[in-house]
């Protein structure tokens, strides 16, 4: 058994891996300024405290009361919210992480597995590999390559294991909006729960996507290697397929599966820009390396699981 401190557990990727790591026997505390405590279900394994991650005060002392071995740190504006609110996206990605690391620290913890993004690459059509020179053009990619530098930089000078994961778009059932990149996992959501739903996007919009599951495999496949992994940067891009499918292909599957979906494509020129903004391919070599690699790398068996869990789902909500 293992103590995770969570923040942003509340949020999409945090459930899921809070998920993985109850059926797993491990002990989570979520720190997120949700607090929904209905989250979880009564498990007594899982405690959630409400709080932001830019209290520093309340984040200190919230660390040293849980003791935890594991930092994971999911909470952040992502890159829509992010580009329309810089300021609060400076305060909760860019100015927390500073905080954080060093609270993480005073309460001995051992290692920090930071939720960074695909988003850190600007735009091109080569692959983007985790060595190389990048420019993001959005404050979402500019705030993510800070807190994996300060901690790469935490981890040498003090000690503490550090890994970041530049995920592509994760999809899977739960993800809100707030990501410009949220429609990828909306398309197979909405139509899931017989939904009608906008893409706002132009139908050639293209990005690498990972399903949630195998997000959370590949954070925690990490983790339980980190020390053997002989990289200089803990700096991993998780993509599950990529090239990822075009928005128009996504649908085009999604009406195949789902014959009476309702999609239609209405782009919003701020997102599309956002989306156009980013890498369109991802390279997994690294990754790869250190010994993983996706289970849904097929299109067709990803969107078959996750219309699968959201029926499930929908299927418990009514029992
Ligand atoms: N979803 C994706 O496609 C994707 C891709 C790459 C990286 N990421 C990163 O993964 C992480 C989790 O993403 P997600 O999709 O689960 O997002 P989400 O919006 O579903 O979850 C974020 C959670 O953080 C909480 N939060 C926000 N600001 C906070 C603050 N100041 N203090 C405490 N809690 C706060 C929110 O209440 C929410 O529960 C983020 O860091 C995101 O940048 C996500």
Redesign the pocket.
Known sequence: MATFFI?????????WLTKRLIEEDHEVTI????ADQSIMGASPRVKIIK?????AESLTRALKSAKPETLV???????ATAEGNPQDAY???IA?AWPLWSAARSADVKSILF?????VYGPGSEKAREDRYHIPSTI?GIS?IYGEMVGTWFSRTYGIDFAA???????GPG??E??A??Y??LIVQKAAEGEPYTVQVPARAQMPIVYVKD?VDATLFVHRNIRSLDNEEMIFNVPGISPGPTAGQLARIVKRKIPKARIDFKPDEKIARIVDSWARDLDSERIARAGWKPVYSKLDVLVDDFVREVTSMGKDRRA
Not at 7 to 15: A, D, K, L, P, V
Not at 73 to 79: E, G, N, P
């Open positions: 923040t942003g557990g509340c949020g999409f990727i945090g459930q720190y997120d300024i949700k709080g932001r991650t830019d209290d740190h999911l909470a952040a504006l992502l890159s305060s909760v990605n927390s939720a960074s993004t695909a988003a979402y993510k994961f530049r995920y592509a778009s994760v999809i993800r809100g707030g990501g990149s949220a990828t996992s997000a």
